[in-house]
């Protein structure tokens, strides 16, 4: 049998770091980084006769990753202790959500390649703390703890088991990141860890309704890597079932320099982490006026910024797609349009060159290091005729290494465009001297002997003559 003989059933864990000040339970800062050890206290390193308090704004942070998940709030939940022992947990329990989270049957809609909609359901979305790190030395052989990350705050956005291929993991992932972005209630930096997914992965025949047996991959944190294991995963449980053997529930490492899944443990089930109430921690008890307090603060979500600006700015549905998946893009382009008034130039911008140097330099659009002033004096510096399109973009370049006023940059690189016509002249002059084949060439019809000779000119001027007068003065001096 082949692959198309099976269907794929995926469900997702995805954990987000929450962009509080202070971690959940104590005030230690959360900001990532420093030196190992140093970001902790008493508390979130468990020592004996500590007590925790719960950070009020984790649960407002919770509520608004659910009302913008379409999930209902539960007036009443409670924290619960997951007990399991690994090095980075000090108390050897995680404090958790078990039968009682705060939000519950939500969902999101992921757009398919085929123009249709799909709906995602969310089974809950929980708080729960994270645990520390141990950082392996390959030289010396050991493992040291850092618990500078043990009680820094997550939401764990649990999905219903409705994904059915690698591709559909994948836009679900980035609507989820796209979604908590616009809320802010965390940054999502993939590469610090703030946003990772625990996928489980199980195969079936083609109509059939039990589900396979699932096997869990841990805390993968890129889209890439996700793909990759999801698509080695599911060739992995095909061989095995064809082979006649069973597919163990058990949880999977991927690593990502072979490509392949090894297995870590038995795959636990609920009843296994014997979970409890907390008895330090008081219920979680929400009025109707807090919960609406909240939705009044929900800023516009992608899906209505994608209407608004086909409808405001007339761009295209794909457009308008590919630039409110990110916060960052979209606020990059309704900000650069306000002082500019050209939202189709900044669009193709940010669609064209911007994201090209951002995908060249693996970089996320949050790290752009200029904002909308710089990038609408660019567009204007164009339509004054101050540069060329050519020039913009070596600016942008010089944007993204040395951020700075681009009239300052054109400048002191002298990039200023030539549209004195007695320049102009002068060059156009040469190129025609030097190539009278493709004069010859146009005379006959060849228009695309005309872009040649332009190219020349731009060449010769280092990209700096004036497109427009090129074109012109070439016409005139050939129907001569």
Same mark, same amino acid.
């Given at each position: 049998?082949?692959?198309?003989?099976?269907?794929?059933?995926?469900?997702?864990?995805?954990?987000? *770091?929450?962009?509080?000040?202070?971690?959940?339970? #104590?005030?230690?800062?959360?900001?990532?980084?420093?030196?190992?050890?140093?970001?902790?206290?008493?508390?979130?390193?468990?020592?004996?006769?500590?007590?925790?308090?719960?950070?009020?704004?984790?649960?407002?942070?919770? &509520?608004?990753?659910?009302?913008?998940?379409?999930?209902?709030?539960?007036?009443?939940?409670?924290?619960?202790?997951?007990?399991?022992?690994?090095?980075?947990?000090?108390?050897?329990?995680?404090?958790?959500?078990? @039968?009682?989270?705060? #939000?519950?049957?939500?969902?999101?809609?992921?757009?398919?390649?085929?123009?249709?909609?799909?709906?995602?359901?969310?089974?809950?979305?929980?708080?729960?703390?994270?645990?520390?790190?141990?950082?392996? @030395?390959? =030289?010396?052989?050991?493992?040291?703890?850092?618990?500078?990350?043990?009680?820094?705050?997550?939401?764990?956005?649990?999905?219903?088991?409705?994904?059915? %291929?690698?591709?559909?993991?994948?836009?679900?992932?980035?609507?989820?990141?796209?979604?908590?972005?616009?809320?802010?209630?965390?940054?999502?930096?993939?590469?610090?860890?703030?946003?990772?997914?625990?996928?489980? &992965?199980? &195969?079936?025949?083609?109509?059939?309704?039990?589900?396979?047996?699932?096997?869990?991959?841990?805390?993968?944190?890129?889209? $890439?890597?996700?793909?990759?294991?999801?698509?080695?995963?599911?060739?992995?449980?095909?061989?095995?079932?064809?082979?006649?053997?069973?597919?163990?529930?058990?949880?999977?490492?991927?690593?990502?320099?072979?490509?392949?899944?090894?297995?870590? $443990?038995?795959?636990?089930?609920?009843?296994?982490?014997?979970?409890?109430?907390?008895?330090?921690? &008081?219920?979680?008890?929400? %009025?109707?006026?807090?919960?609406?307090?909240?939705?009044?603060?929900?800023?516009?979500?992608?899906?209505?910024?994608?209407?608004?600006?086909?409808?405001?700015?007339?761009?295209?549905?794909?457009?308008?797609?590919?630039?409110?998946?990110?916060?960052?893009? %979209?606020?990059?382009?309704?900000?650069?349009?306000?002082?500019?008034?050209?939202?189709?130039?900044?669009?193709?911008?940010?669609?064209?060159?911007?994201?090209? +140097?951002?995908?060249?330099?693996?970089?996320?659009?949050?790290?752009?290091?200029?904002?909308?002033?710089?990038?609408?004096?660019?567009?204007?510096?164009? *339509?004054?005729?101050? +540069?060329?399109?050519?020039?913009?973009?070596?600016?942008?370049?010089?944007? =993204?290494?040395?951020?700075?006023?681009? %009239?300052?940059?054109?400048?002191?690189?002298?990039?200023?465009?030539?549209? @004195?016509?007695?320049?102009?002249?002068?060059?156009?002059?040469?190129?025609?001297?030097?190539?009278?084949?493709?004069?010859?060439?146009?005379?006959?019809?060849?228009?695309?002997?005309?872009?040649?000779?332009?190219?020349?000119?731009?060449?010769?001027?280092?990209?700096?003559?004036?497109?427009?007068?090129?074109?012109?003065?070439?016409?005139?001096?050939?129907?001569?």
């Amino acid at each position: 049998m082949s692959r198309q003989d099976y269907e794929v059933v995926i469900g997702l864990e995805v954990h987000a *770091e929450l962009s509080t000040k202070t971690k959940i339970f #104590c005030s230690c800062p959360t900001e990532f980084g420093g030196e190992p050890n140093t970001h902790c206290c008493p508390i979130c390193m468990a020592l004996p006769g500590t007590l925790p308090v719960l950070n009020e704004k984790v649960v407002e942070y919770a &509520v608004k990753a659910g009302l913008a998940t379409n999930c209902e709030i539960s007036k009443n939940s409670k924290n619960d202790r997951k007990n399991y022992f690994y090095p980075d947990l000090p108390k050897a329990y995680q404090i958790s959500q078990f @039968d009682m989270p705060l #939000c519950e049957k939500g969902y999101i809609e992921i757009e398919l390649d085929d123009g249709t909609t799909k709906k995602i359901r969310l089974t809950r979305i929980h708080i729960e703390e994270d645990a520390g790190k141990l950082n392996h @030395d390959d =030289f010396g052989g050991g493992s040291l703890v850092d618990l500078n990350r043990a009680g820094v705050p997550l939401i764990e956005m649990v999905s219903e088991p409705d994904i059915r %291929s690698s591709e559909e993991a994948e836009k679900y992932l980035r609507k989820i990141k796209s979604i908590l972005e616009y809320i802010e209630v965390s940054d999502c930096k993939m590469q610090e860890g703030s946003l990772r997914a625990d996928v489980n &992965v199980s &195969v079936r025949k083609k109509g059939e309704e039990k589900l396979g047996t699932r096997t869990e991959m841990k805390n993968m944190n890129s889209f $890439r890597s996700i793909v990759r294991g999801i698509e080695y995963e599911i060739d992995r449980q095909i061989d095995v079932i064809e082979e006649g053997r069973k597919v163990e529930q058990e949880t999977l490492r991927w690593d990502d320099v072979s490509g392949r899944t090894f297995s870590m $443990r038995d795959k636990e089930d609920a009843q296994d982490y014997r979970y409890f109430p907390d008895p330090d921690l &008081v219920a979680i008890k929400l %009025s109707d006026e807090y919960i609406e307090n909240i939705r009044k603060t929900l800023p516009e979500l992608p899906e209505s910024r994608r209407k608004r600006y086909i409808e405001e700015y007339n761009l295209s549905e794909r457009d308008a797609n590919l630039i409110t998946a990110s916060k960052y893009l %979209s606020d990059l382009f309704e900000g650069t349009t306000k002082i500019c008034n050209n939202p189709k130039a900044v669009s193709n911008w940010i669609l064209s060159d911007i994201s090209r +140097i951002l995908n060249e330099r693996e970089m996320e659009p949050n790290q752009i290091p200029f904002g909308k002033e710089y990038l609408a004096q660019l567009i204007e510096l164009i *339509e004054k005729g101050t +540069i060329s399109s050519a020039i913009a973009k070596k600016v942008l370049e010089e944007l =993204f290494e040395n951020p700075k006023e681009p %009239s300052k940059i054109i400048e002191e690189k002298g990039w200023i465009q030539i549209s @004195d016509e007695g320049a102009i002249k002068e060059v156009v002059l040469k190129i025609i001297e030097e190539n009278p084949q493709s004069v010859a060439d146009y005379k006959g019809g060849k228009e695309r002997a005309l872009g040649f000779l332009v190219g020349q000119a731009m060449k010769q001027t280092k990209g700096k003559a004036n497109p427009q007068m090129l074109n012109k003065m070439f016409i005139e001096e050939m129907q001569k």
